[in-house]
């Protein structure tokens, strides 16, 4: 029986999310005779956790469905055998290093993630499906519309076998014998990074702050394309029946809440562990795309919100700031892009998958980044948040506080994230050997 990870990381109120990804679980299961494991990684505060046990007690028992739902501490202690199976807990510095890298004292999207892909491995699953706490599902006549539909038709299968299932293709020449490593959709409603209100105030402002995000080099007529697309998703249509794409996907059209990774891809190559910082948490889009691999892209888009813990005086300057940090780190992360995108499939082994130890290099590589850009960027960024003024006056002052400090930090990420990369393997491997006791 094909057993799959549906994964939920949390550092929030969520007891609404919980039933509903517990009722898209129930569906897999059901409809496609999966075993599936409802992984629950919750951060949140003391009554927070509390409310989501009661919410997890009350969830109905559901055939083919087995939930987890892990504190930090239980989170920490299955961590703590891996790397004591690893091997890496003979080296005590080594190893803390990584308990940091893994499960951090602040908020990091690809560390929660690369928790989930190494429990994943401890269950014996063969992929991992993501859905964050700020998401809803669509409706039409009255049912959800279930992202996990797509993501078990189609990841992990050899690409030609599904081709004529799709709505289109458009796989590159000798690629049908590869298995599609991801599978995805976006987002309807609100948008995903919490800029709107940018955009509305001081339109110039706005472009000079997404344009961070972008590489180099676009004309001006498709780096303004761009930038109108980012953030946006799907815009604000509804699901009227299904379309999918057999194609290497691109990240700006998939979102981390509506997205499946096979094994192949996730059990080689981790996600950055960088702290406060949004957006890094796509980088294996970004590699399963560049490496040309097939992948699905489908409309079952999620409904995005915005919590109000972000819209409160504290989660808008912590959002703010991280925001500001995810433009310092593309500085870095544009470089590893752009040789990942002119190595092509060159990135794959003679079976197709992806060659970690190169990948790796290109990021050790970025760490040399000369800083010069990485300084203009910040000035930018300072100089936007000033021209907004009122709140936003607090964001550049919080900046310029933390200058050193995020400069440093924008630098380390990628130090942090190539030492990850070089033990990643044997912690996929000890998690695997594990196996499902290892999970308390």
């Not at 969520?14 to 409809?31: H, L, P, Q, S």
């Not at 699901?239 to 057999?246: E, K, N, S």
């Amino acid at each position: 029986m094909r057993r799959v990870c549906l994964t939920l990381p949390t550092h929030r109120a969520c007891t609404g999310t919980i039933t509903a990804i517990a009722d898209e679980a129930a569906y897999g299961a059901r409809e496609f005779g999966s075993e599936i494991h409802l992984l629950i990684l919750d951060s949140s505060p003391a009554p927070v956790l509390a409310e989501h046990r009661k919410a997890v007690a009350a969830l109905p028992a559901s055939p083919g469905v087995t939930v987890h739902h892990l504190d930090e501490d239980e989170q920490r202690a299955f961590l703590r055998e891996v790397l004591d199976r690893s091997g890496e807990a003979s080296a005590s510095a080594s190893a803390d290093r990584l308990l940091e890298l893994m499960l951090p004292s602040r908020v990091s999207y690809g560390a929660c993630t690369n928790r989930a892909f190494l429990i994943a491995q401890a269950l014996g699953c063969t992929s991992v499906h993501r859905r964050d706490s700020d998401s809803r599902y669509q409706y039409v006549d009255g049912e959800p519309v279930f992202p996990l539909h797509q993501e078990l038709t189609y990841l992990g299968q050899r690409a030609e076998d599904v081709r004529n299932s799709a709505t289109r293709s458009k796989l590159p020449p000798g690629s049908g014998e590869r298995r599609v490593a991801v599978a995805g959709g976006s987002f309807v409603g609100e948008m995903s990074v919490d800029v709107a209100e940018i955009r509305d105030q001081d339109p110039g402002t706005y472009d000079d702050l997404v344009g961070l995000s972008l590489p180099g080099g676009y004309p001006e007529i498709w780096r303004r394309h761009l930038i109108d697309a980012s953030f946006r998703g799907a815009g604000a249509g509804t699901f009227d029946g299904d379309r999918t794409a057999l194609a290497p996907i691109s990240p700006t059209q998939v979102d981390m809440c509506n997205v499946g990774f096979d094994h192949e891809v996730y059990s080689r190559v981790p996600l950055p562990p960088a702290r406060d910082t949004i957006g890094t948490d796509y980088f294996l889009l970004h590699l399963v795309h560049n490496a040309r691999l097939p992948g699905l892209q489908h409309n079952r888009h999620i409904v995005n919100f915005h919590t109000q813990e972000r819209r409160t005086d504290t989660g808008f300057l912590a959002y703010q700031v991280r925001f500001a940090k995810f433009l310092l780190a593309t500085a870095y992360l544009n470089t590893v892009y752009a040789r990942t995108t002119a190595a092509g499939d060159t990135l794959l082994d003679d079976e197709g998958h992806i060659r970690a130890s190169v990948v790796a290099g290109f990021v050790r590589d970025s760490v040399d980044l000369d800083r010069t850009e990485v300084v203009r960027r910040l000035d930018v960024i300072d100089g936007a948040y000033r021209r907004l003024g009122g709140r936003y006056t607090r964001v550049a002052d919080t900046i310029a506080e933390r200058r050193p400090r995020l400069l440093d930090e924008a630098r380390d990420d990628m130090a942090d994230f190539a030492h990850l990369m070089d033990h990643w393997e044997a912690l996929t491997r000890a998690s695997a050997g594990t196996g499902p006791a290892g999970i308390r």
